[in-house]
């Protein structure tokens, strides 16, 4: 079945850590990917988005994120985490356009 | 320019009751989509309208409903609300139809059901 997995639920990391949350997706073609944050009680950003070219791609709050197509994957990652950061993070695939969502992953961030 | 605004905030409602949300697309965004987010479900899709009509639709009961206004503002409407239809109900607008990868959400209804 045509999915999006983000494996991790919960994630908590200390402030200037470094971040990376997993997505992988099952569909046939390369879909277009995107990441997007959601902070409580507000609606979705989009973080940063892959259509194709470059398989990493730079995105806002200095987010980066990576396809790789052998993996069926495309992380986010982050090299320096800050406070704000804690959020609730989707991974999604454009898919007969409508965005289809992973479950999400909650990430706390420690002082 | 604005973005996209979704009325109301919060709302409570009674089981069996029927509910109507508001969302007002990005100035010059043609195409409205309704999702649900729920802790169990997640994110869902629930339709997408463009110039009036429904273009597509997820898999929800006919209890979720929804219409397009000649300005591109929409409304999408649940009846005989269930426990289960508490969630965050979020929309989406892009430009035309085709671009749900050039959406951008609204802040969302909270409808809780009691």
């Known amino acids: 079945a045509q999915s999006v997995t983000q494996p991790d639920i919960h994630i908590t990391v200390s402030e200037g850590a470094s971040l990376e949350l997993r997505c992988n997706y099952s569909y046939g073609a390369t879909p277009y990917l995107f990441w997007y944050v959601q902070s409580p009680g507000q609606g979705l950003q989009l973080l940063l988005k892959y259509f194709s070219g470059d398989t990493l791609v730079q995105g806002i709050k200095g987010f980066e994120a990576e396809f790789k197509r052998s993996q069926s994957s495309f992380n986010l990652r982050k090299p320096s985490v800050h406070w704000s950061d804690a959020a609730e993070y989707f991974c999604a695939v454009e898919l007969y356009n409508k965005l289809i969502f992973g479950a999400g992953t909650r990430l706390a961030v420690h002082p | 320019k604005a973005g996209v605004t979704q009325t109301p905030r919060y709302l409570i409602k009674t089981r069996g009751q029927q509910v109507t949300l508001s969302c007002s697309p990005i100035?010059?965004?043609?195409?409205v989509s309704w999702y649900q987010q729920t802790p169990g479900q997640g994110l869902q899709f629930l339709f997408e309208?463009?110039?009036?009509?429904?273009?597509n639709k997820g898999n929800f009961p006919g209890r979720f409903s929804g219409r397009q206004f000649s300005n591109s503002r929409s409304e999408m409407n649940v009846s005989t609300l269930e426990l289960g239809d508490s969630a965050l109900y979020l929309c989406?607008?892009?430009?035309?139809?085709?671009?749900?990868?050039?959406?951008?959400f609204g802040p969302g209804t909270r409808l809780t059901v009691t």
């Open positions: 100035s010059g965004h043609r195409s």
């Open positions: 309208y463009f110039s009036e009509t429904q273009r």
């Open positions: 989406a607008s892009s430009l035309e139809w085709g671009t749900a990868y050039e959406q951008y």
